[in-house]
């Protein structure tokens, strides 16, 4: 009867393993979805410099917005599309640039367009669905795996893009095709996400307040400095508090 004793045991176990195998491969998944993002951002090290010395990085403020913006709008609805929000502009980006790779304009508003969707869809979405599935060590665990998802990104895809330059020429026209490889990356991306990445944040989980507009302010924590905060508030009356204690005290010792 011992055999039959140890099967209720089995089957509370097994849901258990099932569930942190289940955590592994979406970390699997999410760190692959980095190693995407990050290989869309860095194969471009040398050849946007050469085809605009000059671009400027007027992509800070705007990229606040769209972070806080893009990660309010994914407790509503989820993880998933966030993920193909910076590889889906990415190819329409690249083949913009590679059938203008001379209009400096546009080549400007797509490198500022690229670098802020790709950062949203990689930094926040990424870190945003490893708080879905992990927590504690495990967390700590799954951001170093994302790491090193980015180090491979960062030391593979120039090598790519050296040879892509060295088969092409030195000029815009020749460039271009780096822009190309780019869009192809988003392209398997796009299908890496769709087919294999699975909702992190469970409906019942989501929020349900109102997007607004102060949601995007990106200005917002100077209000703890004007209005302060409940914790704040909190440690400032019981400071005064203490203080008209201690005056008290000393007019009656008087």
């Given at each position: 009867m011992a055999p039959a004793a140890s099967k209720p045991e089995e089957h509370a176990v097994a849901p258990e393993a099932s569930e942190e195998a289940r955590r592994r491969r979406l970390v699997l998944k999410i760190c692959t979805s980095s190693f995407f993002s990050v290989c869309q951002h860095f194969i471009f090290a040398q050849s946007e410099p050469r085809l605009f010395l000059n671009?400027?990085?007027?992509?800070g403020i705007l990229s606040l917005m769209v972070n806080q913006a893009?990660?309010?709008?994914?407790?509503?609805?989820?993880?998933?599309?966030?993920?193909?929000?910076?590889?889906?502009?990415?190819?329409?980006?690249?083949?913009?640039?590679?059938k203008n790779p001379r209009n400096r304009l546009l080549v400007t508003v797509c490198r500022i367009l690229r670098l802020i969707l790709t950062t949203f869809s990689n930094t926040i979405m990424c870190q945003a669905a490893l708080a879905d599935v992990c927590?504690?060590?495990?967390?700590?665990?799954?951001?170093?795996?994302?790491?090193?998802?980015?180090g491979i990104a960062m030391l593979l895809t120039p090598f790519v893009e050296g040879r892509i330059l060295e088969i092409s020429p030195w000029s815009p026209d020749g460039i271009r095709y780096v822009y190309g490889a780019m869009a192809g990356?988003?392209?398997?991306?796009?299908?890496?996400?769709?087919?294999?990445?699975?909702?992190?944040?469970?409906?019942?989980?989501?929020?349900?307040?109102?997007?607004?507009?102060?949601?995007?302010?990106?200005?917002?924590?100077?209000?703890?400095?004007s209005e302060g905060t409940a914790v704040l508030g909190h440690t400032r009356s019981r400071s005064w508090s203490r203080l008209q204690l201690c005056k008290c005290s000393s007019k009656a010792r008087t």
């Open positions: 671009l400027c990085d007027k992509d893009g990660g309010k709008l994914s407790d509503c609805i989820g993880r998933k599309p966030g993920f193909l929000v910076g590889p889906l502009s990415n190819i329409l980006l690249g083949w913009l640039v590679f927590s504690g060590s495990e967390f700590s665990l799954a951001q170093s795996q994302i790491q090193v998802a980015t990356i988003a392209a398997a991306h796009v299908a890496f996400v769709t087919t294999q990445l699975e909702e992190t944040l469970d409906v019942a989980k989501r929020s349900t307040a109102r997007f607004h507009i102060a949601m995007i302010n990106p200005f917002g924590f100077l209000r703890i400095f």
